[in-house]
């Protein structure tokens, strides 16, 4: 069975400050997406990476694939209260499956 | 549509009675998948319909939980006899095809059973 760990669960932080979270696997997976969801939405998607070693940057997000597409990390600069949410890892195979989550709370 | 729609978004049933959840896929979108979400949960896969083929309903906790998808597009699933431990929030996704890219969400339905 494939299983997503994600850590870590919880984080709350103060404005200004950077942090990462971070998504594992002992499975390879074809890609890897991250997802943020707010209260009383649907995930919403982030970014997709897929070859090994990948690198994305979105605005004060980065997005890094392992090596050997088992892992993921998101750091994110300069934390903003906008950033409060669930962020949510996914590995795709025949079908996605998602962590926990990582529930980011910054505080202003 | 613009997005993936489900109603209702809220719904609270009293426990034995059946419900009825609702999807709209964005327009030509040919994968269509439940989840649920549970508190402090991830997304737990409920059932993938892609085109014509058999669903996968590898997911499906129970035989009171059943899904359909009527002319490629619209889908409902059903949960029969509901139980206290179906409350959840049910999200529905679609995709163009396989799920590579990723997938775009609706805000979901919040099942209370009570």
């Known amino acids: 069975t494939q299983l997503l760990e994600q850590s870590p669960q919880f984080l709350s932080i103060q404005e200004g400050e950077n942090l990462t979270v971070y998504c594992n696997s002992s499975?390879?997976?074809?890609?890897l997406q991250w997802y943020r969801q707010e209260p009383g939405e649907g995930p919403v998607l982030l970014v997709t990476?897929?070859?090994?070693?990948e690198v994305k940057k979105l605005k004060r997000l980065t997005f890094q694939f392992g090596d050997a597409r088992k892992d993921s990390s998101l750091h994110i600069t300069a934390a903003q209260p906008g950033d409060t949410g669930l962020y949510l890892c996914a590995g795709a195979g025949d079908k996605i499956i998602f962590g926990k989550g990582t529930r980011l709370h910054i505080l202003p | 549509g613009a997005g993936v729609s489900q109603s209702p978004s809220n719904k609270v049933t009293e426990k034995g009675k059946d419900v009825e959840l609702r999807c709209d896929p964005i327009s030509g979108h040919t994968a269509l998948y439940w989840y649920r979400q549970s508190l402090g949960q991830g997304l737990e896969f409920l059932i993938y319909f892609q085109g014509n083929s058999a669903p996968d309903k590898s997911g499906l906790p129970s035989d009171r939980f059943s899904a359909e998808r009527t002319g490629g597009s619209v889908s409902t699933l059903t949960i029969q006899r509901t139980q206290q431990e179906d409350s959840a929030v049910y999200l529905c996704a679609s995709s163009v095809g396989h799920p590579l890219g990723g997938y775009t969400f609706g805000s979901g339905t919040r099942l209370t059973v009570v």
């Open positions: 499975s390879v997976f074809s890609s």
């Open positions: 990476v897929v070859t090994g070693g």
